[in-house]
């Protein structure tokens, strides 16, 4: 279990936390949404003690950090990919590290084992690709068997076969009953991996959810039409106060109104239309509109945070 | 796998012992560790030959006043460098590669971390050190002997003591070294303040009246701490090894007063 409460972090004018709070149960992987620059690190380096808050706090198992008699066996983590010296092997820093919360050096083994670098565990860190430093993460979060579990982005780096392995080493982690939570800026990520999330911009909590609820929230209120008569269409629903934009194809689409709306409206104007589809929003969906106002910066309008893992570029891709 | 929750005994917590044992493995595990060590061995052995070597065959008018001892403990100022740079790194590297937080995660309590990484530091160059003190004098000794210079025996008078507290002054020199690699967290600037307080300002101060540079480490160890023909010049031994012990207790008290509560 981690409670955040009233967290913040202020660097001398710049706000990276503000008046966080939040409660990650165990038993299921929560997720930590945010842009980039949101804050999502800032926060899990604060539950971690890296960082001292400039008020609030966040607690682990009902205590601070430091207070954790054995952390590494309460709180295993993955806070970024190179969190190891280049000049020591994946076996010795292991080791050191299952030395300092007197760990049985045969768990080591296993973890090397589990994360699939037995082969090269005894090269020098410095050689492994951004993949197999990020399997080294994993295993030293893992080193100590913890019931609490913060991965900083732990999918970074990993080509598909180990996207997926993460994503079921997390579920599975969750259902032995530990606390997982695990932070990302790809939304299809975390729709994949996490049952919760807590959703952040710019410090400020924005969702503290299920991924359920949390595209219900803005699903079936956007409705695709096809018509002959699209820019009269267009005329009559903006006099009636409908927000309307039409499509490269020539399709309508009207934000704010459902589907049975729009038809009655059509039917009442005499409107003929080819097609009628209310459109579920994605998670994606739900999520920029949530962080609309919470983006640092962007582009062309749309927050480029985003733009590397899908929604304003996707054209590109077919 | 393990179940370590199992054998965990709800009031134990992590203690000096477990930070020691870690920092040991960690700085054994490092190559560059190794290197620095053996270059200290190796290149202070070569400076003693050379700076022996060099005062052998002269008329016995000229060795009036000639200090055996201090002759072969001329190649310490090569361990000095390197011994400084060794307890840097430890720190250093720390900062450099990102190991720091997997380290603090292990280890929150960071004075009790600062302390086992100075426990590991000075304990590894005190050992090194003292083995180094001795092989010099050995090597020194035989080297003047042969070339008809005067010797000196760990039997006479304040041989013994100066080799040890040599070798010791060199530990508390990687421990100043380690204060200010914590301080600075950056390899370049630890190294650097390092030089400059070891060999540059002694050279400075040297030009001004009355000759501060002999309160400086360098010119303490080698004109006070590893002579046994006292110089009337220089410090005594005892206030020596007292200014040493305050260098590097400040830098020590520094780096443990600044790695709490800064952001790792």
């Known amino acids: 279990m981690i409670v955040a409460r009233a967290l913040t972090k202020h660097y001398r004018k710049t706000v990276a936390v503000h008046d966080l709070s939040f409660e990650v149960p165990p038993g299921v992987v929560t997720g930590f949404l945010g842009p980039n620059g949101s804050g999502k690190s800032t926060t899990m380096r604060m539950i971690m003690g890296l960082d001292s808050p400039t008020s609030g706090s966040a607690l682990v198992n009902g205590r601070t950090y430091a207070e954790l008699g054995w952390p590494l066996r309460e709180v295993g983590a993955l806070l970024d990919a190179k969190a190891f010296h280049p000049g020591r092997s994946a076996f010795d820093h292991l080791r050191y590290l299952a030395r300092a919360n007197d760990i049985p050096l045969r768990r080591v083994d296993e973890v090397l084992e589990a994360v699939g670098l037995t082969s090269v565990a005894r090269q020098r860190a410095g050689k492994y690709s951004l993949g197999m430093g990020q399997r080294l993460g994993i295993a030293s979060a893992l080193l100590g068997d913890p019931g609490v579990l913060i991965f900083d982005e732990p999918v970074n780096g990993l080509d598909p076969e180990g996207i997926r392995w993460v994503r079921g080493l997390l579920q599975g982690l969750a259902a032995e009953g530990r606390t997982v939570f695990v932070s990302s800026h790809l939304i299809t990520e975390m729709s994949m991996t996490a049952q919760r999330l807590v959703v952040i911009g710019r410090g400020k909590l924005i969702a503290e959810t299920t991924v359920d609820e949390f595209t219900a929230q803005s699903a079936g209120k956007v409705v695709r039409v096809v018509t002959p008569n699209a820019s009269s269409f267009v005329s009559a629903l903006r006099e009636i106060g409908a927000k309307v934009t039409v499509d490269q194809d020539g399709a309508v689409v009207v934000d704010g109104l459902s589907s049975a709306d729009v038809g009655r409206f059509a039917a009442h104007r005499s409107f003929t239309l080819f097609e009628l589809t209310p459109i579920r929003a994605s998670l994606e969906d739900a999520f920029m509109e949530l962080t609309r106002d919470a983006v640092e910066f962007r582009a062309d309008g749309r927050p480029i945070a985003l733009a590397a893992s899908s929604g304003p570029y996707r054209e590109e891709k077919s | ?264």
Not at chain 2, 169 to 182: I, N, T
Not at chain 2, 236 to 259: D, E, K, N, R
Request: proline fraction near 5%; charge should be positive; hydrophobic fraction near 50%.
């Open chain 2, 1 to 264: 796998m393990t179940n370590i929750a199992a054998m965990e005994s709800p009031r134990s917590r992590y203690t000096m012992r477990h930070v020691v044992r870690a920092e040991l493995t960690k700085l054994t595990s490092l190559r560059s560790t190794i290197w620095m060590l053996l270059v200290t061995v190796a290149g202070s052995v070569v400076v003693t030959i050379l700076s022996t070597n060099s005062v052998t065959h002269h008329d016995p008018a000229w060795y009036q006043g000639f200090d055996p001892t201090n002759q072969a403990m001329g190649g310490l100022v090569l361990a000095v460098l390197t011994v400084g740079i060794l307890g840097a790194l430890a720190a250093t590297g720390e900062y450099g590669s990102g190991t720091i937080r997997a380290s603090l995660a292990a280890t929150p309590r960071r004075r009790l971390f600062l302390a086992g990484k100075a426990v590991v530091v000075g304990g590894i160059v005190l050992v090194v050190g003292e083995v180094l003190t001795f092989v010099c004098f050995g090597v020194g000794q035989a080297i003047l002997g042969s070339g008809g210079a005067p010797t000196a025996s760990l039997g006479q008078p304040g041989v013994l003591q100066a080799l040890l507290l040599s070798g010791a002054f060199l530990a508390l020199l990687a421990l100043m070294g380690l204060g200010l690699g914590m301080l600075m967290r950056h390899t370049a600037g630890a190294i650097s303040a390092y030089v400059a307080v070891t060999f540059l300002i002694p050279v400075l101060l040297n030009r001004l009246p009355s000759n501060p540079a002999r309160f400086t480490p360098v010119p303490i160890l080698a004109n006070s701490i590893a002579a046994v023909v006292r110089n009337p010049g220089q410090v005594s031994i005892g206030l020596g090894m007292l200014l040493m012990l305050l260098y590097c207790g400040t830098a020590l008290a520094l780096a443990a007063f600044s790695i709490v509560g800064r952001d790792a």
